[in-house]
């Protein structure tokens, strides 16, 4: 797949072998400024669309800059694609997502209302992220219930292992 | 908070119409007071007895008590270990397991990915929203193998 940028992209991007005399030349603020954005979004839709080594050189090779420069190019691609995408990743909509959980167990010996007890229960500490911030849950819950959480999620984790996802998978690629 | 004594409708019943209204409810609550007390302190009979017997009723009376009292005994207990205070109460949980393909920002993600939602009650009101969260494969393995140690603690320690 090969990556199309705008008659201005390639304007700005056709400035950068010059901006190293940027200071000598007096080339405006402007110029830098767009050069900068032009090549930010060569990288990032590369990272994006995840396009491979010769896709790049063939969409950069159009734009006629030198071999020098494509190589250039090419090399900060490849420097730094999996650390764009990794940032990108963040900017998905997202739930709170799973970051560690404490238990404790319990036993109930005697409330206000009634005395003589022996009631066992699981305490937990959820904690959560979202959007960077951490956030800590206390819940309970019961033996029984307890037991029935970890065969339900068992089963969650099974189902990667099953054939019908493990096809999905494999056509996805 | 749950209230234990139940609506008076004692003073509908028609085989105490002639009673003072107000000896009524001094005796529904006199009743209701003890009942409780010998459930919160899991009196047997012989305490509700002596109990029974130096507040001056008779034996006939005291045997009918006794005997109403042990019918609805372990219900009693169940009621008023309900009551209190405690943590939101998972009840039950839901899964879903998806494999994301691409997002606007980013393409070919290609990875599992889990939501997971815990079904909670609180222990006043009943009902609570539900505690949502998305974990990847590992996240998952990470929750299941600690619930599992905490289960296995729980069978040691009915094992002391």
Redesign the interface.
């Known amino acids: 797949m090969l990556l199309v940028l705008s008659e201005e992209q390639r304007e700005h991007l056709g400035c950068l072998p010059r901006l190293g005399d940027a200071g000598k030349l007096g080339v405006g603020v402007d110029a830098v400024q767009h050069g900068v954005e032009a090549l930010t979004y060569l990288l990032t839709e590369s990272s994006k669309l995840a396009i491979s080594e010769i896709d790049f050189q063939d969409s950069v090779h159009v734009l006629g800059f030198s071999d020098e420069l494509n190589k250039l190019l090419l090399q900060l691609y490849l420097d730094n694609r999996k650390e764009i995408r990794s940032i990108l990743s963040e900017l998905a909509p997202k739930l709170p997502s799973y970051h560690n959980l404490e238990w404790r167990l319990d036993v109930q010996l005697a409330s206000r209302s009634l005395r003589q007890q022996i009631k066992p229960a699981m305490t937990i500490k959820l904690h959560l992220n979202q959007n960077g911030d951490q956030t800590a849950q206390v819940l309970q819950t019961d033996p029984s219930t307890l037991l029935h959480l970890i065969q339900q999620l068992e089963q969650a984790l099974g189902e990667m292992k099953t054939n019908h996802c493990r096809r999905i998978v494999r056509n996805m690629k | 908070k749950k209230c234990v004594i139940s609506n008076l409708s004692i003073l509908d019943d028609p085989d105490l119409k002639d009673i003072d209204p107000a000896v009524l409810k001094h005796c529904h609550a006199a009743a209701a007071t003890c009942i409780l007390e010998a459930?919160?302190?899991?009196a047997d009979k012989s305490a509700i007895s002596t109990c029974l017997e130096d507040c001056k009723l008779d034996r006939e009376r005291i045997e009918e008590f006794c005997t109403e009292y042990q019918k609805n005994e372990d219900a009693l207990?169940i009621i008023?270990?309900s009551?209190?205070r405690?943590?939101?109460?998972?009840?039950?949980?839901?899964?879903r397991?998806e494999?994301q393909?691409k997002?606007n920002?980013?393409?070919?993600?290609?990875q599992?990915s889990?939501?997971?939602t815990?079904n909670?009650e609180n222990s006043d009101s009943g009902s609570h929203p539900d505690?949502?969260?998305?974990?990847t494969?590992e996240?998952?393995?990470?929750?299941?193998g600690?619930?599992?140690?905490?289960?296995k603690?729980?069978e040691r320690?009915?094992q002391m």
């Not at chain 2, 505690?131 to 974990?135: A, H, I, L, M, T």
């Not at chain 2, 600690?146 to 289960?151: I, M, S």
């Open positions: 459930g919160k302190h899991k207990e008023l270990g009551i209190g405690s943590p939101l109460h998972i009840t039950d949980v839901s899964w397991l494999y393909i997002t920002q980013l393409h070919k993600t290609y599992p889990y939501l997971v815990l909670v505690v949502s969260f998305s974990c494969m996240q998952l393995q990470d929750l299941v600690k619930l599992k140690d905490a289960a603690s729980l320690a009915t």
